[in-house]
């Protein structure tokens, strides 16, 4: 068989000639991962729309800096997979956020638009974990059943895929910490996660078995499981463990930790202080997983001047330029009636006030009472009125219908407000007020109110608010109003941003991390939810 001759200007055209009818073909192989990505992202770009959505915003991105990849260079995705795998200290799991992909880089044959789309693949799986740090995995209002106001001013948080756009070769760690909430509240949960994690699952000794209260003067097993439970947490030196019976340095120590629990100090082991001494290591890192989410859902409202309740711990405290100016005790709702969660803002307050009896209280509350005792409205200076405005003589009342009947207590030093209510937009009807139930400010667990917040020293705050927001003249009107016993409305200058939030771990004075009762038994619902298994 005759060989072809080689022909220089058939080599030349035959190719060409394959070209004009396959161009698709013939040039695949000149397309970048750049152009790969100029494809993909081109019709979000194009169309102009700024739409919210994650593809959208990092199609954004990526124009910016002319589709060039980001993820490309195998030393980067080392130092994403390191702060994605850091992102355990944070209570969020790694694995969410791809870091499968990471170890497990594509092969050198992989085609461009293989690598094109690992890239954006790489960048979704970041943005979103920014997103999570910087405002939380699970939404406040679905899971956290908070409540926002309308006018409260829109946050603003820089973008994630904008940050990512914008970082180039610079530092990811640092770009991940902007994103972390800059609160002392989530720093140290987040200091006591990574201690948690550290140490293992190393136990406290072991669990106390389940008995009777152990009281000062009890000997036997259980005490000295309590001992040995009290020894490992640092509660009782080593030498005490000499000792069998429940002394009075076990009873103070016993005292000690249900102080710093946010439990009633007595120094006995009951129910409840028997299950917070038994708690494992993997309840507390649950517990710690579910807070850090709250302290992510509130963060973004933690700035400036702004008045912050935490219901769980029974406190108010009164922030200026975002630093703790003044604290109190608060009374909270009770658990058949929580107090609401929520962001809104403190508009007015009403000096002198009287009290219309809310239908959930004059149901539970007051028509057994009334209906059982003629004089029992009289006595407290509540008033019967009628849907036409006029008084009505409660001894003629048929407390089985009390439709169109308004209940109202007159101001005065046992009003049930006290001296002033503190108001702001919310859809429960509750405020902030002060009382004349003083004695239960002494109680450790304070759980008595019917949803409102029960303030100690509320005109005290009432005087801050005052003078944050108008100053001396502000202050000597209120002061005025006050002095003249009749109920009236004054308004803040300007409002005053209120978070009313529940936390069941946080850090006390000293920075140490305390664990409170769940006292609405939220806690089990959210770690489903965020899958912390407390097991």
């Known amino acids: 068989m005759r060989k072809s001759p080689y022909s220089p200007i058939r080599a030349i055209v035959v190719p060409l000639l394959v070209a004009s009818f396959l161009p698709g073909l013939a040039f695949a192989g000149t397309r970048s991962v750049d152009d790969e990505l100029r494809t993909l992202l081109a019709p979000a770009v194009e169309s102009g729309v700024q739409t919210p959505s994650p593809r959208a915003a990092l199609a954004r991105a990526y124009a910016s800096r002319g589709f060039a990849p980001l993820w490309q260079k195998p030393a980067r995705r080392q130092q994403l997979l390191v702060e994605l795998e850091a992102l355990v200290n944070d209570g969020l799991d790694p694995a969410a956020y791809g870091t499968e992909r990471l170890r497990h880089p594509l092969p050198d044959t992989a085609s461009p638009l293989q690598r094109a789309q690992d890239d954006l693949s790489v960048s979704e799986a970041c943005t979103r974990a920014l997103s999570h740090l910087q405002q939380g995995r699970l939404s406040p209002e679905r899971a956290g059943s908070y409540w926002q106001s309308s006018a409260l001013a829109p946050l603003t948080q820089p973008p994630p895929a904008?940050?990512?756009?914008?970082?180039?070769?610079?530092?990811?760690?640092?770009?991940?910490?902007?994103?972390?909430?800059?609160?002392?509240?989530?720093?140290?949960?987040?200091?006591?996660?990574?201690?948690?994690?550290?140490?293992?699952?190393?136990?406290?000794?072991?669990?106390?078995?389940?008995?009777?209260?152990?009281?000062?003067?009890?000997?036997?097993?259980?005490?000295?499981?309590?001992?040995?439970?009290?020894?490992?947490?640092?509660?009782?030196?080593?030498?005490?463990?000499?000792?069998?019976?429940?002394?009075?340095?076990?009873?103070?120590?016993?005292?000690?930790?249900?102080?710093?629990?946010?439990?009633?100090?007595?120094?006995?082991?009951?129910?409840?202080?028997?299950?917070?001494?038994?708690?494992?290591?993997?309840?507390?890192?649950?517990?710690?997983?579910?807070?850090?989410?709250?302290?992510?859902?509130?963060?973004?409202?933690?700035?400036?001047?702004?008045?912050?309740?935490?219901?769980?711990?029974?406190?108010?405290?009164?922030?200026?330029?975002?630093?703790?100016?003044?604290?109190?005790?608060?009374?909270?709702?009770?658990?058949?009636?929580?107090?609401?969660?929520?962001?809104?803002?403190?508009?007015?307050?009403?000096?002198?006030?009287?009290?219309?009896?809310?239908?959930?209280?004059?149901?539970?509350?007051i028509i057994p009472k009334a209906s059982a005792d003629p004089e029992y409205l009289a006595s407290r200076n509540i008033h019967v009125i009628n849907a036409d405005g006029d008084e009505v003589d409660p001894a003629t009342i048929d407390w089985t219908r009390t439709g169109g009947l308004t209940l109202r207590q007159d101001a005065g030093d046992d009003a049930a407000l006290g001296k002033v209510a503190i108001r702001f937009s919310n859809p429960h009807a509750v405020y902030l007020h002060d009382t004349p139930h003083q004695r239960q400010f002494k109680r450790t667990q304070r759980a008595f109110s019917s949803g409102c917040v029960r303030v100690e020293n509320a005109v005290d705050l009432v005087r801050l608010l005052v003078d944050a927001s108008g100053g001396d003249s502000h202050l000597a009107r209120f002061e005025a109003a006050l002095a003249s016993g009749r109920t009236g409305n004054l308004s803040l200058a300007r409002p005053i941003p209120l978070v009313i939030a529940y936390l069941t771990a946080a850090p006390d004075d000293n920075g140490r991390i305390t664990f409170r009762p769940d006292i609405y038994g939220r806690d089990p619902e959210l770690i489903h939810a965020l899958g912390a298994d407390a097991r």
């Open 162 to 365: 904008q940050a990512l756009a914008a970082m180039g070769d610079g530092d990811l760690g640092q770009m991940f910490d902007r994103f972390r909430p800059p609160t002392p509240l989530y720093r140290a949960l987040r200091k006591a996660m990574t201690e948690a994690l550290h140490s293992g699952d190393a136990n406290d000794g072991p669990a106390i078995p389940a008995g009777p209260t152990l009281r000062p003067g009890m000997s036997g097993p259980r005490v000295d499981a309590l001992r040995a439970r009290l020894i490992a947490s640092g509660y009782l030196p080593n030498v005490a463990s000499a000792g069998q019976d429940m002394d009075d340095v076990v009873s103070e120590a016993v005292g000690r930790f249900q102080r710093e629990e946010g439990l009633e100090s007595d120094g006995i082991v009951g129910p409840l202080t028997l299950t917070s001494l038994n708690r494992s290591p993997a309840e507390r890192k649950a517990l710690l997983r579910i807070n850090l989410e709250r302290a992510r859902w509130i963060a973004p409202h933690q700035v400036g001047d702004y008045v912050f309740v935490d219901v769980a711990a029974y406190r108010l405290t009164f922030y200026r330029n975002s630093s703790p100016a003044w604290s109190t005790r608060t009374q909270v709702g009770q658990p058949a009636r929580e107090t609401p969660l929520l962001f809104s803002s403190i508009t007015h307050f009403t000096v002198n006030p009287t009290w219309t009896v809310p239908p959930t209280i004059l149901k539970k509350d």
